[in-house]
């Protein structure tokens, strides 16, 4: 079923992202960064799959307590948590998309409304259809839309503090599972002491290096995203309207 979202996922990617508009900065890189990160999910997650037969214990020890071990090991989840932050960062994304395409199609309403009026004051109706706005043409501008500005910096911050907890997740809960080489497991219903091992963990550990080095390019590409904007929309507006004014 993930390979059959992966594969119907991608097409539809290719298909919006084929839209030459750009009528924000860095749009197309985003619908590859959401290829790239469900692709990456839908791999990584292999070698975690026979997680259960991978782990096992030393000794006479019966199913029962094997699964407490097991269960007591790993008491949160790992490839729901890798789910959980790939849905968080395609909500964000269409959710920008969607705020990004309403005020797109305002402005356009807005434009050919104005057009519309000026060629009838002028009494050209042929000027109406050759001077009407294309859609593919509009470009949202961030130098006079603040508000559109504000959305667009906020989204980068959500990016990055989203991120930022997934690399918590992937750092200090999910890594330790597999990198201490002997699990000690007692439990009240099975003393033991029981010597547990989990098999494959070089594949496991490197499927979560991959993932840190992937949060490490987004929150690296949200903050030069973030910082070119306020550099050149915020910073080198105001010294322009300070220029004009004075």
Known sequence: MAAAAVAGLIPVLHSVAGDKSRYY????????????????????????VPIHEDFWCH???????????????????????????????????????FFMAQIRHKQIKAMSVESAAGEMEEGSMVGIQEHAPSPKKSILNFHQE????????????????????????LMYQHLPLVSQAI?????KS???????????????????????TLSFMIILFCSGFFMYSIHHYLLKGLASAKFWLD
């Open 146 to 169: 603040k508000m559109l500005l504000l959305l667009y910096l906020l989204y980068f911050l959500l990016q990055v503090g989203a991120q930022c907890v997934f690399l918590f997740f």
């Open 183 to 187: 699990i000690h497991c007692s439990t």
């Open 190 to 212: 099975c003393p033991g002491p029981y010597f547990c091992l989990i098999r494959g963990t070089m594949e496991k550990r490197m499927s979560i290096y991959t993932l840190i």
């Open 25 to 48: 900065i860095g749009r197309q890189l985003w619908f590859g960064f959401i290829a790239v990160y469900g692709v990456v999910v839908y791999v990584v997650r292999m070698p975690w």
């Open 59 to 97: 000794g006479n020890i019966t199913n029962t307590c094997l699964i407490e071990c097991f269960e007591k090991s790993f008491n949160s989840p790992v490839v729901g948590i890798w789910y959980f932050f790939f849905f968080i960062f395609l909500a964000l994304f269409f959710l920008m998309e």
